[in-house]
């Protein structure tokens, strides 16, 4: 049986032995000048960096530790702020036997008051960038299995853009020798945000050497967003050889947010889950899926760095995307409701998150089942091919289903000049889907539209671009139906009543064609004859303009009966006026003291109405040679 009092006491005697021997070699190595000139040339060798130490004290017990002051590393000359780090004081543990042959190893680290400032240069370079000199890296001296932090600020100035302040409460990280199985616990803030960092790391015995990598899991919370990364996890600024898996969950990303001081509204739970691996010179994510409130988004991206600029290609779906509730999930604010007279909002557009892709290329392929616009237009089973090359965006084909129709075209846009150039071309577009659409309760159906537009456009709000637009819009209408008694009896009675009827009969107007010919310049399409309509009872041909820079109307022309010798007020008043705001034109008759209508009547009562039916045979004449229709396109 073993003798415990004597194991013990042997015990006791061992280390006894060790603490006086240890205390021996302390005195014999510290000695606080002699230190701090060690400390100044070791940090000189390794980084060619100033180094300056306080005072420096020995404690023997429970085991050995030096505590210096007013500890600070100085900054590369370029930098700012002439201290990289600068500490109140640093307690220092040494491991027990290595001092009795006289060498130190650290064991722990304890930093009160330290302030880091790290800053980015115009040529990119980082202060925080301790490169090696030779042979004499200073690792010999750190056997680290413990660090603790508290009451840290920490200053980063990145490249041409104000310092911010990360606030450290504490920083734990706890390892085995050699630093393997570490594990990491921080509290910090940053804009009075808080976030607490939890990890576990294999090895970071590799860390800052071109491709080290090692397993582990880091859990980052911010109170309602939590992000948590596992698998293999880079330790140093390539970041090469890693492959995450990466899962984000969120109550509300505000916090997530406003840590990165990043100002929006209240947005809508979140989640996302993404594989991420490096492979030689690319980038992959592969198994994306995000959700914001009811939007889902899947696909994958991969960022090649072989090339001169990085390229991206990206593979993106959505099922349904309602922009209007993205936005509001999104935490952007809804649009103030326009004046009554008036169709465009002047709301910025997101102009800067294009220049934002200066230094990149790449390709979009993205496919949307349904896309309800902020107007109430939906589209269907949208399909589009996109390059873009710094802030140009190009989306060279697009394909999709609307207003019971289909469209196709392609669309480039420039970031910096903030110019789109569009080309359109719609089949089968009902206008009656586009007043249903968008919430209109004009008793319109039918009316199939073939459109085709050309424009190129400048300007920072779809106001500015309305008023800047340049370009041929081409719109042909089939057969359609107004079904407005009001405005069926006033075409009655400005071309007569049909055969075998009065006006009080008609409760509508059956529109066979509408076509336009809109030659826009600088927002404003005018000329003669550029908007033509033939109804069952009559032809119209319009000139003048519209304007949408004032988005207003200006249209004149004659009405005349479709056929037969029937004469309503028009062939007396002359010209059908169309005027007014866009979105709620109006339409008149010249009035009836006008030198044309007066000179009208008068040839009426002097030939007792014969010139009037002689007028309204030549008009039928005329309509049928001129197709109103068909003449807007002849030029």
Partial sequence: MINWRKTALWTAAGISVLVAGAAVAVHVLV???RLRQIAHDKAQAAWGRELSIGEVSLALWPLPALYAERMALANPPWARDPELLQADGVTARLALLPLLIGKVRIKSLYFEGLKASLEVGPDGA????????????????????????????????????????WHVDTAHVDGSSGLRDVCIEASLARNKRPLRIAAQLDDLSRFGIPGAVTDGKVDLDWGKTQVAITG?????????????????????????????????????????????????????????????????????????????????????????????????????????????????????????????????????????????????????NTRAQSTFNDDRWNMTSFTTEMLGGSATGNILLEGRKKTVRMKFDGTGLLLERWFKERGSKIPFTG????????????????????????????????????????????????TGAPKDSSPKDVTEIDFECVSASLPFNAGKASGERIVGARSSASHLITSGSIDMREEAVDLRGRMIAKSGVSAGIAAITGDVKITGK??????????????????????????????LVGTAIADAAEAKKNDPCDVVFRR
């Fill in 126 to 165: 980082r202060s925080w960038d301790l490169k090696g000199r030779g042979n004499s890296s200073g690792a010999d001296l750190m056997s680290l299995e413990d660090l603790l932090i508290e009451n840290a600020d920490i200053y980063y100035r990145p490249k041409g853009a104000p310092a911010s302040l």
């Fill in 582 to 611: 866009l979105r709620h034109p109006k339409m008149t008759l010249d009035p009836l003291g006008t030198p044309g209508a007066i000179a009208r009547v008068g040839a009426a009562i002097a030939t007792a109405g014969i010139s």
């Fill in 31 to 33: 000695d606080s000048a």
């Fill in 447 to 494: 009316g199939p539209m073939k459109l085709n537009a050309t424009i190129t456009a400048t300007g920072g709000s779809m106001k500015d671009l309305a008023a800047t637009m340049t370009g041929p819009v081409a719109i042909r209408m089939g057969p359609g139906v107004f079904a407005s008694e009001k405005a069926g009896k006033a075409e009655a009675m400005m």
């Fill in 232 to 380: 293999r996890i880079p330790l140093e600024k390539s970041l090469k050889g890693y492959a995450v898996k990466a899962d984000l969950k969120s109550a509300s990303l505000n916090d997530l947010l406003d840590f990165f001081r990043v100002a929006q509204g209240p947005t809508a739970p979140a989640e996302a889950h993404v594989a991420l691996r490096e492979a030689g010179d690319r980038i992959e994510a592969t198994q994306l899926a995000a959700t914001l409130g009811k939007l889902r988004v899947t696909g994958d991206v991969q960022i090649s760095t072989a090339g001169a600029k990085p390229l991206v290609t990206a593979r993106l779906e959505a099922d349904r995307v309602d922009w209007v509730r993205t936005l509001l999930d999104a935490g952007v604010p809804p649009l103030p409701p326009l004046p009554p007279d008036e169709m465009l909002h002047d709301n910025p557009l997101g102009w800067p998150a294009l220049v934002a892709l200066q230094g990149l290329d790449g390709k979009v392929e993205l496919k949307v089942k349904s896309l309800l616009l902020r107007n109430g237009i939906e589209l269907k």
